[in-house]
């Protein structure tokens, strides 16, 4: 079984940076899809940003479309999500999960395996 562990959250000031990791026990080529989604208090979840385990094809949700990077390093199972000019909408409960495709991942929230979650709060 995939064990995702989170780590990296914590309370920045807007317009300042953070980098959230995400050590997986093990990439399965089971799940094509591996990246994070959010849920802030009230709020449905969002899909934030996914990289296929396959090929390394990339996807972002419009919201942090030129603010948050995904990258990935294979020979440590482990999952980046370089966050940049955060703000208050920003603030939220953040996940890692792995899904069969990207659609599952960003839209329809079908995840194989996730992780606890790492809390990421944007205030001055």
């Known amino acids: 079984e995939v064990q995702l562990v989170e780590s990296g959250g914590g309370l920045v000031q807007p317009g300042g940076s953070l980098r959230l990791s995400c050590a997986a026990s093990?990439?399965?080529?089971?799940?094509?899809?591996i990246g994070w989604f959010r849920q802030a208090p009230g709020m449905e979840r969002e899909g934030v940003a996914c990289?296929?385990?396959?090929?390394?094809?990339?996807y972002y949700a419009n919201a942090v479309k030129g603010r948050f990077t995904i990258s990935s390093d294979n020979a440590k199972n482990t999952v980046y999500l370089q966050m940049n000019n955060l703000n208050a909408d920003d603030t939220a409960i953040y996940y890692c999960?792995?899904?069969?495709?990207?659609?599952?991942?960003?839209?329809?929230?079908?995840?194989?395996?996730r992780g606890q979650g790492t809390q990421v709060t944007v205030s001055s």
């Open positions: 093990v990439f399965t080529f089971a799940d094509y899809a």
């Open positions: 999960a792995t899904a069969a495709d990207d659609y599952a991942l960003l839209v329809s929230h079908t995840y194989t395996y």
């Open positions: 990289i296929s385990i396959r090929d390394g094809t990339i």
